[in-house]
């Protein structure tokens, strides 16, 4: 770390040391509540309420009031005594992060001295104490509902769909465990694979959260695990999907395809007959024989629809004793693609947990953590492979077969322009101290280590030192298909976190609690992106090479004050950080490859890099104010606005970047773009595609953002709520600018700068019913309007090049602005325990749920004009909507203190397939004979020229698929 890093970080936590009052995200809740007198209503000062097999309490004030802090989210029992009055334990109080739980509760005098009654609290139908759009499913919601992941919770939400958050991409969301960002930082992505029969809640915040939270402009997810002091509880469960064809279309090794049915002896005899064939006078029986054996697949690509898919789950949690509790987690899924691919399975793990120490009354250790991760011939949808990586990593295949006629379809392994599998690592450690002062405040001290390791390398030995792509590739007969591929090329990154905060709340007021926090994050990781070749007679390299130790921090204030008629949470956050680095000073010849500039070796020709001038980077900040009011109208109705600045670090692989090519054939030396000496000249220039080339300029983005909604709950048990917003972005680093250098233009960099805006605006409306009964459902309807464009420059050319600057222009890139409409809805049937009516003595109906879900979007805007139409304008038109229902059966059953529970959940219930949608001259093709059959109007098959069925439809609403479950609470 350089010298004035240190010196930046010890001023920091001599602040630290010097400012008592700290607080970062909170991942738990709290209780406010008033005590009366049952007949006279007057206020009971120095009543007692405990939280049940808790060490959590308080005493009511002068006006009858109590507040319990630091409350983690489940359901409770409240203990209400004063005395000569009757004990109240108030059941079913449920307390959610972030949240005030409120509680009004009468005591009557006892008439006999030590009774106890047992009430139920009320459930309150709308949240008076959240200001922004908060959205939580609890571990109840999310058993019953056909969903396996976290992401499938968060897909069931309105304002999300599909990894978009109101438009917004994944990469602009961070992910927190119990309050502690999971987000790696390099290519912003968040590890997600956390067991659901683990978590206790997870809440998603889509606009107007409070100064508390940073790093995401589009959402915060937090992920709370369970919790409690008392017996041991536990979940196994297993699940598995049957073995069968899940993909559109026959079998990739159909011997109805028509490399079987045409590839046969009539063929190979032609072959034989024909002088200028490669066959000519061989034995056509002998060329069947052959050519059926090199197209028998290998039993890892040819028995794909053969294979189940499992999983295995279990869950254990509870107290060891009164002063220590656990929690541990484990899943293993041997995942199976839907399409033949280079390995047989694509596993999955994750094993988290936890251990809670009470050291004293007042002061809790927690230690935990979670080790997950991956291996995965298909895509996992990380933002690697999305505009944070690289071009060329969003043109790179996989090592999959999704067509038949591929040419990788008897050997993915190690073809050029595949990546190979990938192998995930994550794991996260972390230590937590809470100290309760008293009654009023607490503070925490959290330090967390996470650590991210992706590999995209040749591990199973396909290639060879001496053979490479292009120069020794081989084809079986017929030349179309690969026998084997020699493609030399691996992605290997890892990233390190560690996160340190120290955090203070205290509820100074009865209905007012301030906030202060501060924290620091430093970051240490490397990438190594290689791919090589031999063309037009040469080597290729393509690289991208680098390595950082940046930091970040952050420092907020805020004031949350609550009053029966209005609550308001209004406060600041300070956002900064440094790339804590050397950066070139010429952006244009950061390898000082050139003659000219300034650092290249007098003694050496064009091409040979030297030791480039460099500048140190600056350190950035922003200060974002945010404002959220909830207003009660009434009982049964509250409105609420929000507004806020958002600001997001970018991924820091656009700040540190490094693509290069050079074309040595000395692996000992191509990763070094420096390698050059006296002795050794090693050409090396700056490439475009593999990555973009650091900039040190690169600054914060911004959304600012404006919401109003209203919830309203109807007396018969039904709610809705309507939400409008507005989110106005700037400084998005997404311009792409060319940078050429003055006296060599061959090869360039591009560099990303903030030069994006766009503008979105959309409502959201949701009703759903909280009915007493074995039937309930809920709808959500939400639709966006936007539009984007980029300010910049295309092109930019060192100072004395005889080239001109090429701007984009503020206009001539603007986007037009596109709506998307989406609906959610779902239908739930609980039959309780005993329910229903007896058939020779058996309830069929006791302890079964049936849960519908159905999602529906517009289709896509695109833009056809007709022959004969002189409009110009864009998006005219709108592809199908497209829709899918889904269903979970279960059905209970209890043995002693063991539920055991079998299910069956359904995706795409009526296997609905919908045509993915047309470009260019197909799209012109589809629209202009609409005479034909569809099926005539619909892509062929280039090599076969038979229907394409595997591509007409979109996998958006993949076939039908089946998992039984097994389920086991105990």
């Given at each position: 770390m350089k010298k004035n890093t240190w010196l930046r970080l010890s001023v920091f936590l001599i602040f630290v040391l010097l400012f008592p009052f700290m607080l970062h995200a909170a991942n738990t809740g709290k209780i406010f509540g008033k005590v009366t007198d049952e007949k006279t209503g007057k206020p009971l000062i120095g009543a007692n309420v405990l939280i049940e097999n808790t060490s959590l309490g308080s005493s009511t004030d002068q006006n009858g009031q109590f507040v319990i802090l630091n409350v983690h989210p489940g359901t409770y029992t409240l203990i209400i005594s004063y005395m000569g009055y009757t004990t109240v334990a108030e059941t079913g109080v449920e307390v959610r992060v972030d949240n005030t739980t409120w509680i009004e509760t009468e005591l009557s005098p006892a008439v006999i001295e030590g009774t106890t009654v047992t009430v139920t609290a009320d459930k309150p139908l709308i949240d008076k104490s959240t200001t922004g759009s908060k959205q939580v499913a609890s571990s109840e919601d999310f058993a019953k509902e056909p969903i396996n992941s976290v992401e499938e919770v968060?897909?069931?939400?309105?304002?999300?769909?599909?990894?978009?958050?109101?438009?917004?991409?994944?990469?602009?969301?961070?992910?927190?465990?119990?309050?502690?960002?999971?987000?790696?930082?390099?290519?912003?992505?968040?590890?997600?694979?956390?067991?659901?029969?683990?978590?206790?809640?997870?809440?998603?915040?889509?606009?107007?959260?409070?100064?508390?939270?940073?790093?995401?402009?589009?959402?915060?997810?937090?992920?709370?695990?369970?919790?409690?002091?008392?017996?041991?509880?536990?979940?196994?469960?297993?699940?598995?999907?049957?073995?069968?064809?899940?993909?559109?279309?026959?079998?990739?090794?159909?011997?109805?395809?028509?490399?079987?049915?045409?590839?046969?002896?009539?063929?190979?005899?032609?072959?034989?007959?024909?002088?200028?064939?490669?066959?000519?006078?061989?034995?056509?029986?002998?060329?069947?024989?052959?050519?059926?054996?090199?197209?028998?697949?290998?039993?890892?690509?040819?028995?794909?629809?053969?294979?189940?898919?499992?999983?295995?789950?279990?869950?254990?949690?509870?107290?060891?004793?009164?002063?220590?509790?656990?929690?541990?987690?484990?899943?293993?899924?041997?995942?199976?693609?839907?399409?033949?691919?280079?390995?047989?399975?694509?596993?999955?793990?994750?094993?988290?947990?936890?251990?809670?120490?009470?050291?004293?009354?007042?002061?809790?250790?927690?230690?935990?953590?979670?080790?997950?991760?991956?291996?995965?011939?298909?895509?996992?949808?990380?933002?690697?492979?999305?505009?944070?990586?690289?071009?060329?990593?969003?043109?790179?295949?996989?090592?999959?077969?999704?067509?038949?006629?591929?040419?990788?379809?008897?050997?993915?392994?190690?073809?050029?322009?595949?990546?190979?599998?990938?192998?995930?690592?994550?794991?996260?450690?972390?230590?937590?101290?809470?100290?309760?002062?008293?009654?009023?405040?607490?503070?925490?001290?959290?330090?967390?280590?996470?650590?991210?390791?992706?590999?995209?390398?040749?591990?199973?030995?396909v290639t060879s030192d001496s053979l490479w792509s292009r120069r020794d590739d081989t084809f079986i007969m017929g030349s179309r298909f690969y026998k084997q591929g020699y493609f030399h090329a691996w992605d290997k990154n890892r990233s390190v976190v560690k996160q340190l905060d120290f955090d203070y709340t205290n509820q100074f007021l009865t209905n007012q609690q301030l906030k202060f926090g501060l924290g620091i994050r430093q970051f240490n990781f490397d990438v190594e992106h290689f791919m090589a070749s031999y063309e037009g007679g040469g080597r290729w390299n393509l690289l991208n090479v680098f390595d950082g130790e940046p930091y970040e921090g952050h420092a907020f204030i805020q004031n949350l004050i609550?009053?029966?008629?209005?609550?308001?949470?209004?406060?600041?956050?300070?956002?900064?950080?440094?790339?804590?680095?050397?950066?070139?000073?010429?952006?244009?010849?950061?390898?000082?490859?050139?003659?000219?500039?300034?650092?290249?070796?007098?003694?050496?020709?064009?091409?040979?890099?030297?030791?480039?001038?460099?500048?140190?980077?600056?350190?950035?900040?922003?200060?974002?104010?945010?404002?959220?009011?909830?207003?009660?109208?009434?009982?049964?109705?509250?409105?609420?606005?929000?507004?806020?600045?958002?600001?997001?670090?970018?991924?820091?692989?656009?700040?540190?970047?490094?693509?290069?090519?050079?074309?040595?054939?000395?692996?000992?030396?191509?990763?070094?773009?420096?390698?050059?000496?006296?002795?050794?000249?090693?050409?090396?220039?700056?490439?475009?595609?593999?990555?973009?080339?650091?900039?040190?300029?690169?600054?914060?983005?911004?959304?600012?953002?404006?919401?109003?909604?209203?919830?309203?709950?109807?007396?018969?048990?039904?709610?809705?709520?309507?939400?409008?917003?507005?989110?106005?972005?700037?400084?998005?680093?997404?311009?792409?600018?060319?940078?050429?250098?003055?006296?060599y233009t061959a090869?360039?960099?591009?560099?990303?700068?903030?030069?994006?805006?766009?503008?979105?605006?959309?409502?959201?409306?949701?009703?759903?019913?909280?009915?007493?009964?074995?039937?309930?459902?809920?709808?959500?309807?939400?639709?966006?309007?936007?539009f984007y464009g980029e300010v910049g420059f295309t092109r930019l050319n060192e100072p004395g090049s005889d080239f001109i600057d090429l701007p984009i222009g503020q206009n001539s890139s603007k986007g037009n602005w596109s709506g998307f409409q989406k609906i959610k809805g779902w239908l739930s049937l609980d039959f309780p325990k005993d329910w229903g009516p007896s058939m020779l003595n058996v309830k069929p109906l006791s302890d079964m749920h049936i849960y519908t879900y159905l999602w529906w979007r517009s289709g896509d805007p695109y833009t056809y004009h007709p022959p004969g139409d002189l409009s110009t304008r864009e998006n005219n038109r709108h592809w199908f909507n497209i829709y899918q229902i889904n269903l979970n059966v279960a059905k209970g059953f209890h043995i002693g203190n063991t539920r055991l529970e079998i299910s069956a959940d359904i995706r795409n219930v009526f296997n609905r397939k919908f045509l993915a949608r047309l470009y260019g001259d197909d799209l012109k093709y589809y629209h202009e004979n609409s005479h034909l059959p569809l099926e005539d109007r619909l892509p062929k098959n280039s090599y076969s020229k038979e229907p394409n069925v595997w591509h007409w439809y979109t996998y958006e609403v993949p076939p039908r698929q089946v998992y039984l479950e097994l389920k086991f609470d105990f």
């Open positions: 968060l897909e069931t939400q309105a304002g999300i769909f599909q990894g978009t958050y109101r438009g917004d991409s994944q990469v602009q969301m961070v992910y927190m465990l119990n309050d502690i960002s999971v987000n790696s930082g390099l290519f912003s992505d968040n590890f997600t694979g956390f067991n659901l029969s683990a978590i206790q809640e997870i809440s998603v915040m889509t606009g107007g959260y409070s100064a508390e939270y940073g790093e995401a402009r589009a959402a915060v997810v937090n992920v709370v695990e369970k919790m409690t002091t008392g017996p041991i509880k536990g979940t196994v469960q297993l699940r598995m999907r049957p073995a069968g064809k899940y993909h559109f279309g026959r079998n990739m090794y159909s011997k109805e395809n028509f490399d079987y049915t045409s590839f046969n002896l009539e063929y190979w005899t032609a072959q034989t007959e024909n002088p200028s064939s490669k066959f000519y006078g061989q034995n056509p029986d002998t060329l069947l024989h052959n050519w059926r054996q090199q197209t028998t697949p290998d039993p890892v690509q040819g028995d794909y629809a053969e294979r189940p898919e499992y999983s295995v789950e279990g869950t254990l949690y509870g107290g060891l004793n009164k002063n220590v509790s656990f929690l541990l987690s484990g899943r293993y899924k041997r995942g199976v693609s839907i399409y033949p691919q280079g390995i047989s399975y694509n596993p999955e793990h994750n094993l988290q947990g936890y251990l809670n120490f009470h050291l004293s009354s007042n002061i809790q250790l927690r230690i935990g953590g979670f080790f997950g991760g991956y291996e995965s011939a298909e895509s996992m949808g990380t933002n690697f492979d999305s505009w944070e990586g690289a071009q060329e990593h969003q043109w790179l295949g996989q090592t999959t077969v999704t067509t038949p006629y591929s040419n990788s379809k008897y050997n993915p392994m190690g073809i050029i322009y595949d990546h190979y599998p990938e192998l995930r690592k994550w794991y996260q450690a972390y230590a937590r101290l809470t100290h309760t002062l008293n009654d009023k405040s607490y503070y925490r001290i959290v330090a967390s280590y996470l650590y991210d390791n992706m590999d995209r390398s040749d591990r199973y030995g609550e009053y029966p008629g209005i609550i308001l949470n209004a406060g600041f956050r300070l956002d900064f950080f440094d790339q804590n680095r050397e950066a070139s000073a010429n952006m244009f010849d950061p390898l000082a490859m050139q003659p000219s500039t300034p650092g290249h070796n007098p003694d050496h020709p064009l091409g040979i890099p030297g030791d480039p001038e460099t500048v140190q980077t600056e350190l950035q900040w922003r200060v974002a104010p945010r404002l959220g009011i909830s207003h009660p109208v009434s009982d049964r109705s509250i409105l609420r606005f929000s507004y806020g600045h958002f600001y997001q670090r970018p991924s820091w692989s656009k700040m540190f970047g490094f693509p290069f090519v050079n074309y040595t054939e000395d692996m000992s030396t191509a990763l070094d773009p420096f390698a050059s000496n006296d002795t050794l000249l090693q050409e090396t220039y700056m490439e475009e595609w593999q990555g973009f080339y650091g900039n040190p300029k690169l600054g914060y983005e911004r959304s600012i953002q404006y919401e109003v909604s209203m919830d309203y709950a109807f007396e018969q048990g039904f709610i809705v709520k309507i939400t409008g917003y507005y989110k106005d972005t700037d400084n998005e680093a997404s311009v792409v600018t060319g940078l050429y250098a003055k006296d090869t360039k960099a591009f560099m990303v700068s903030n030069g994006g805006y766009s503008d979105t605006r959309g409502m959201e409306l949701k009703l759903d019913s909280r009915l007493q009964s074995v039937v309930n459902f809920g709808v959500s309807y939400d639709v966006y309007w936007n």
